[in-house]
C-alpha cells in the first residue's frame, strides 16, 4: 500500500508540474513581440541581431514578428503598424530618435512595452522606452580613437554608412575627440560597389589618410576592396570581416555583441510581460564595447561561424 500511495502522489504532481507547464507555454505562446530595426538590407549585422532575438524567442516561447526599413519615416511606420497590431512588445532600434518619437509615444499611450535595442542609448528614456540593450557609442568611438591614436593615427576617414544615424555620429564624434584629425565621410552603405568606389578616389586624393575607420563589417570589406595604404579598422563583425581581422588585413574590430542585442531584447520583455522585471534598474545595459583582434580572435572566429558574434 506506501509503494501505491507513493507512486499515485508520484503521478499527481508529475500531473501539476505537466499541467503548470502547458499553462505557462501557452500563455507565453500568447506573448507576440514586434522586432523594428532600421536594418539596411545587406547589411550582415542584422543577420546577428536576428539570430540573438529568435533564438530567445525560442527560449522562452513567444512569437517575433521581424520588419525593418533603413528610411526614418517607413520604420516610423512599422511601429505604428505593430502597434495597430495590438503585439504585447515591440523592440525597436531608436536610431533617429525625433522621427520614432511619435509612433514610440503611440505604442507605450496604448500600454505596449517598448524596449530600445542597438541605438538611441541617449534618448530611449526620453522617449518612454522602458529598457536600452547596446553599446555607448560615444566611448566605443573614443576607445577606438584612443587605440589607434597610440599607434600612431592622426588622420583617420571615419566612414557613415547611413545618414542622420545618432549612433555612428557618436561613434565618429568619440573618434574625433581622441584624434582632432579624423574627417568623416558619407557613403551609401546599401550600395557595396559605390561604398568601394568613393573611398577609393578619397585615398588617391588624400594621402595624408592613414587609417579608414568602417563603422560596419561590410564597409571594412569594401575598404579592403578600395585598396591604399590606410590601415583598416572596424566596428563589428562578420565571418569574413572576423577573417580578415586574423589575417591582418583588417587590423581589429570593437565588437558590440549584436547577438546579445537581439537576445536580452526580446527575453526582457517577456520578463516584464510574465513578472514585472526590469533589466538595468533604469540604466542602460552595455553589450559593449570590446576588442577583436590578433590576440583572441582564434577564440571568437567559431562563433562569427555559427553567426552568433
Not at 555612428?168 to 574625433?176: I, N, P, T, V
Not at 566596428?235 to 581581422?245: G, I, M, S, W, Y
Not at 510574465?274 to 572566429?301: A, C, H, M, R
Amino acid at each position: 500500500m506506501r509503494v501505491l500511495a507513493v507512486g499515485v502522489t508520484a503521478l499527481l504532481l508529475l500531473g501539476a508540474c505537466s499541467e503548470g507547464g502547458r499553462q505557462e507555454s501557452a500563455e507565453s505562446a500568447a506573448y507576440t513581440i514586434a522586432f523594428v530595426t532600421h536594418e539596411t538590407p545587406g547589411d550582415t549585422f542584422w543577420n546577428i541581431v536576428r539570430a540573438g532575438a529568435d533564438q530567445a524567442a525560442k527560449d522562452v516561447g513567444v512569437e517575433v514578428r521581424h520588419s525593418n526599413d533603413p528610411d526614418a519615416g517607413k520604420q516610423a511606420t512599422l511601429i505604428q503598424q505593430a502597434v495597430d497590431a495590438e503585439v504585447q512588445g515591440i523592440a525597436t532600434t531608436l536610431v533617429t530618435p525625433d522621427a520614432l518619437a511619435g509612433s514610440v509615444k503611440a505604442a507605450t499611450t496604448a500600454g505596449i512595452p517598448v524596449v530600445g535595442l542597438n541605438a538611441g542609448i541617449d534618448r530611449y528614456r526620453e522617449l518612454g522606452a522602458l529598457m536600452y540593450f547596446g553599446s555607448d557609442e560615444t566611448v566605443a568611438g573614443t576607445s577606438l580613437g584612443e587605440r589607434i591614436k597610440a599607434a600612431g593615427a592622426k588622420h583617420p576617414l571615419c566612414v557613415i554608412h547611413q545618414t542622420g544615424s545618432v549612433a555612428l555620429e557618436a561613434r565618429c564624434a568619440g573618434l574625433k575627440s581622441a584624434v582632432p584629425g579624423t574627417e568623416n565621410i558619407q557613403v551609401n552603405g546599401a550600395d557595396d560597389v559605390a561604398v568601394t568606389s568613393t573611398l577609393q578616389a578619397k585615398l588617391a586624393q588624400d594621402p595624408t589618410i592613414d587609417y579608414v575607420v568602417a563603422l560596419t563589417a561590410p564597409v571594412a570589406l569594401d575598404a579592403i576592396k578600395a585598396g591604399g595604404t590606410a590601415k583598416i579598422v572596424t566596428f563589428d563583425l562578420n565571418r569574413e570581416t572576423a577573417k580578415a581581422v586574423q589575417d591582418g588585413t583588417v587590423e581589429f574590430a570593437v565588437d558590440q555583441q549584436p547577438y546579445l542585442q537581439g537576445y536580452l531584447a526580446v527575453s526582457s520583455l517577456y520578463l516584464y510581460l510574465k513578472n514585472g522585471n526590469d533589466i538595468g534598474g533604469g540604466k542602460p545595459v552595455l553589450t559593449g564595447p570590446s576588442f577583436v583582434d590578433k590576440t583572441n580572435i582564434d577564440t571568437i572566429l567559431p562563433f562569427t561561424e555559427k553567426n552568433t558574434r
